[in-house]
């Protein structure tokens, strides 16, 4: 399907505009012609990417797990993406309101890695002491901490974190200070995934 552009966006990557002087950004999200598909390259980046080591096998395995027709949850990729890249250690760090999904990924994942998980009240700090305003009558009402949930698990030495149901901002601070990559895994797939045994193909 092509999405329609009104005319006066449309955007010729060949001319693309120079902001800042002596800095040039590419507008992929405007142009139509999309000649990076057969072998153009309008970037300034010309050379130097890294793609080798853990970095070429990162991407050798997401371009097969692309391509590959057998459908997949996202927690089986996680897994066999983990798997080829030699992880031994999953981070999962959680929203409290989901504790049960938690569990089960921890219970699926542990079959196969190190799991640590750390819920969002870790630490309980009080949120009055954050300035925050509570949203119950209560005398004590924690806030969410994840700078505390990455801290914990780099101190576990994660090799990969996952975000369970980290509603937004937390989730954009836990990533920010993970040491370990993360990735989000969506809630709602889920239901779906039952108990089930991942399949590793080796
Ligand atoms: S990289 Fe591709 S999509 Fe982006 S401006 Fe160039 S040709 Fe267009």
């Not at 002596?22 to 309008?42: D, F, H, P, T």
């Not at 219970?107 to 949120?127: A, G």
């Amino acid at each position: 399907m092509e999405i329609f552009i009104p005319a006066k966006f449309i955007y010729d990557c060949s001319t693309y505009r120079v902001k800042d002087p002596g800095r040039k950004s590419v507008q992929c999200a405007l142009c139509r012609n999309k000649e990076c598909l057969i072998g153009k390259n309008c970037s300034v980046i010309k050379s130097g990417l890294d793609y080798s080591g853990d970095n070429l096998k990162s991407i050798q395995i997401s371009a097969w797990l692309e391509s590959d027709p057998t459908k997949r949850t996202k927690l089986e990729e996680i897994a066999i993406y983990s798997k080829r890249l030699g992880y031994r250690k999953i981070g999962i760090a959680f929203c409290i309101e989901h504790e049960r999904e938690a569990r089960l990924v921890y219970d699926i994942l542990s079959r196969y890695f190190d799991v640590f998980s750390v819920c969002c009240k870790v630490c309980s700090i009080e949120k009055e002491s954050l300035d925050i305003r509570k949203t119950v009558e209560s005398e004590f009402e924690a806030a969410c901490n994840p700078i505390g949930q990455a801290l914990l698990l780099n101190d576990d030495r994660t090799d990969l974190n996952i975000m369970l149901g980290l509603k937004t901002g937390y989730d954009i601070l836990f990533a920010k200070y993970s040491e370990a990559p993360s990735i989000t895994l969506p809630l709602l797939e889920l239901p779906s995934t039952g108990d089930s045994e991942i399949d590793f193909i080796e």
